[in-house]
């Protein structure tokens, strides 16, 4: 950490965890305290960490539903306007109505299934803001280490019950090592 | 793996139950091996394969060109053989792509953890596969410049496609079936481009790894939303997967062809097209597995559990012949009957043969569990179950048409060597595809193995005393 970056606005303050238990047991507790703006860190999803951070369940399952939903009509639209008033093609001599539903079916099956498969892959990115190219996090040196075999807390100093020094005590008696104040880029 | 009293030791002693990850290895362990083969230098044997699998490649693409600029002509197929080696190559790719689908999306949903180690691969096989099958639909029209007539779009007539045609339902189910495969592998993709952005040397490679993954924090914040896209996905994915080679099925079961006219093809397709893409992720990950000593990763565990999903599979395959013959027995439709008599013991009796031999036959001896840990019996088993399914194909449409409802109308079909060498090419553009996956991408989705490591339940405690191996804990 250069001098000029000291000058800079405290993001928050990171702690190490030696394992994956020793993680959920302080996420347990850093939720307890109150906290509200915090995350933890880690090679992989820990199964529970979203009851040990107290968050619900994604609220992406019904952004994804919206995309099907919007997949299952644009089918629907794309198949019957031409079909029935367009271009009504006589096919063996069925009618061409919307009471024909079942061959239409597998279009509007499959673009329902498009729509909510683009719809989850970018609202995962969407709602996590990224892509994102600079954040504090990455000139913490250790946190390299995130994607391979390391587990972080992190406090952000935006939590109204942020302290620089008691949160550093804090996190120091849950067991997090290495404690250290990252600073803003910008 | 001598099992001599078998009969005096408990069954929870033979057929314990092993860790996923075989040896204890650490986290950092999974990602400096699986890491370290995109980061070391490429082997010789890979250069030397690559070479070999793009020169193949090279002339299957020729082949293409040159059909491209000749016209179908080129190909064996005639009237009324128009469909042959053209479809029944689609119909092979694509039922391969199957295989990783199912292991990324139904095994998911079934919490099958061991799919962890496998799961990144054979969903890049898939997507090669489907690329190599997307080749077949667009040269066969002969005059490529009128594909965009498989588009929903109108024609310069103003004559819109037939929304209800299985031909337009496979367009749609294709083309949905490799995006949505694309986006599924990618996602999984990310958090492995993430660690790879950490460990890279050069700001280059530091630089589009983190692009590639978007500047992945593994935060729970946001592993909260990928966790729930991802099983979504899963979810999507499971109907989606079953829907592809049903559709497919469709284009021959909805017409009037002997032998076509079944309602038994979509199942039958889909258990068929699992089969092929199981033996086919065999095929692939017994060298890669030796090659590149993943063998605590991707275990002998793995390898069995496969095996026994190729039973399965070639066991339903198995069924539904026979049940094909019987009904068409049943029946009591001449053409029917004449078309399974001539299946097998027509003038193409040895493709019948030999499907039915490497498909229902071969498959059988992975009951015996010594055959199932044993590499050179599962890489036999599973190349003859890549045969029988081309073979399968081949069966179903070429003698199908052959010989239809008029004896004036018969004629054989023989492939020509374009139709030989196209084929051949494909296999070489997918072994290509599959070669620069395994160099320039991690081949194992290390964040989800580490995710089945014992020590990455939140509830687990290292055993106290004794240095055994720690019991991985039942899961609710």
Known sequence: MSAAAI??????IIAEFPSATTLYEAAERVRDAGFKFWDVHSPFPIHGMNKAMGLGKSPLGYIIFCGGFLGFTTAALLE?????????LIVHGKPVNFFTVPPFFPIMFELTVLISAFTAFFGVFILNRL??????LFDHEPFSRVTNDAFFLVIESVDPRFSETATREFLEGIGGKEVTVLYAND | MAE???STTAFVERMPRHPLVWNNHSMAWISDRIAGIVENKAPLWWWVTIAITSSFAAFGIFCILYLLFTGVGVWGNNIPVGWAWDITNFVFWIGIGHAGTLISAILHLCRQKWRTSINRAAEAMTLFAVICAGIFPAIHVGRIWMVWFMAPVPNPNWIWPNFRSPLMWDVFAVSTYFTVSVLFWYLGLVPDLATMRDRAKGRVSRTIYWILSFGWRGGNRQWRHYEMAYLVLAGISTPLVLSVHSTVSFDFATSLVPGWHTTIFPPYFVAGAIFGGFAMVLTLMLPARSLYKLHDVFTWDHIDVMCKLLLLTGSIVGYAYCMEFFVAF???NPFERFAFLNRYFGPYWWASWTMFTC?????????VRAFRRNWAIVFFVSMCANAGMWFERFVIFVISLHRDFLPSAWRMYYPTWVDVFTFIGTHGIFLTLFLLFIRFLPMVAMSEVKSVLPESDPHYHPPVGGGEEPVEEAHA
Do not use: E
């Open chain 2, 330 to 332: 049943y029946g009591a």
């Open chain 1, 7 to 12: 000058r800079k606005p405290v993001f928050g």
């Open chain 1, 80 to 88: 019957f306007i031409p079909s029935s008033f367009l271009f009504p």
């Open chain 1, 131 to 136: 892509p994102r190219m600079h954040h504090p």
């Open chain 2, 4 to 6: 001599s009293d078998a």
């Open chain 2, 359 to 367: 498909n229902v036959i071969m498959p059988q001896l992975m009951w």
